[in-house]
């Protein structure tokens, strides 16, 4: 079976600035549009994605804004609050942010008058990866360059702090059970941990380094995927702390692993940026090649649509999206 060829994005929309972090809000936010935001080197823009397959009125992709965020630093990493509300009044924006100060920033809007920021301090190296806990929304997890995982609460407080063996590169929160949080290596070791009594409950060996991105299959929870050196790896928790499935992805190094979260079978990786593109792949776990190619000048930060087989890239002042065809 042949590789696919090299496919342009399905959808584009233009920025003003390179995009260095996008991200779709995995939650459903009430309204009939899918809630994205992406970070630049000063601000975050936060607004609302509407796409043709999912409203017949809209030609190829609609982006409206909602508010632009100044952040005075480069965004490294964002997530979404489950907080996040369309439907009701007052209306509510909120999620965090890590950037190269090592601070994090909880930023909280109704749109409106308000428009609060907390900012966590305590890392004292790059943070890698936040998350907030999935149900409620309460407390804040991040992983740094420092060795440690850090658990906050929303006035900045840190809750809970355990170290790592190296560097934290990922982490991922348990959709259902709030104590259960999943933290990757770049040394190659991804460990759950309890956060009830802060000991590691169950770890994965890669085998390999370094581990650049895991992800948690939030729709099938025995399924781990990553990124080591140049392949992906997939887990299957129940069977074994060793993959069952690797293969090369990219040339170089794979930098991002992110699971689809309309199919527990598709996932994405990308290769490093190069010095003209980065290279996106789209993997499905029933065929050998991947089943979509794309790339984004500079490209980084990648995120899947919450109900469409759909990624998006940031890229040099454009966002990038593609329409896998299951």
């Not at 979404?80 to 009044?89: A, F, I, T, Y």
């Not at 920033?105 to 609060?116: I, N, V, Y």
């Not at 759950?192 to 380094?209: E, H, I, N, P, R």
Request: hydrophobic share 35%; charged share 20%.
């Amino acid at each position: 079976m042949q590789e696919p060829a090299s496919r342009s994005p399905t959808y584009t929309v233009t920025c003003e600035d390179y995009v260095h972090v996008v991200e779709f809000s995995p939650y459903d936010c009430g309204a009939a549009a899918s809630l994205l935001a992406y970070g630049g080197k000063q601000y975050v823009v936060v607004g609302t994605c509407r796409f043709k397959e999912e409203d017949v009125d809209v030609e190829g992709v609609e982006f409206n804004t909602l508010r632009i965020f100044m952040h005075g630093v480069r965004v490294d990493t964002l997530a979404w609050s489950p907080e996040s509300r369309m439907d009701k009044l007052p209306q509510i924006i909120r999620f965090c942010t890590a950037a190269a100060d090592r601070k994090i920033r909880l930023f909280t809007s109704d749109l409106q008058s308000r428009h609060d920021v907390t900012v966590m301090k305590g890392h004292t190296n790059y943070v890698n990866h936040v998350v907030f806990e999935p149900t409620e929304g309460k407390q804040i997890a991040s992983v740094s360059d420092d060795h440690t995982c850090r658990v906050w609460d929303l006035e900045g407080r840190e809750a809970a702090s355990f170290r790592l063996w190296s560097p934290g590169v990922s982490v991922c929160w348990h959709p259902e059970e709030a104590y259960k949080l999943m933290v990757a290596e770049k040394k190659g070791t991804i460990r759950f941990y309890d956060l009830v009594t802060q000991q590691a409950v169950l770890s994965l060996d890669s085998g390999g380094m370094p581990l650049m991105s895991a992800d948690w299959c939030l729709s099938n929870t025995i399924k781990v995927g990553a990124v080591v050196g140049s392949d992906w790896l997939i887990w299957d928790i129940t069977r074994s702390s060793y993959p069952q499935e690797k293969r090369p992805a990219h040339l170089d190094k794979a930098r991002l692993f992110r699971w689809s979260r309309a199919n527990e079978d598709l996932f994405s990786t990308t290769g490093y940026p190069g010095k003209i593109s980065s290279q996106l792949l789209v993997h499905h776990l029933g065929h050998p090649q991947p089943v979509l190619i794309g790339s984004s000048t500079v490209g980084a930060g990648l995120s899947w649509h919450r109900t469409l087989p759909l990624c998006v890239i940031g890229g040099d002042r454009k966002l990038s999206f593609w329409m896998t065809e299951m």
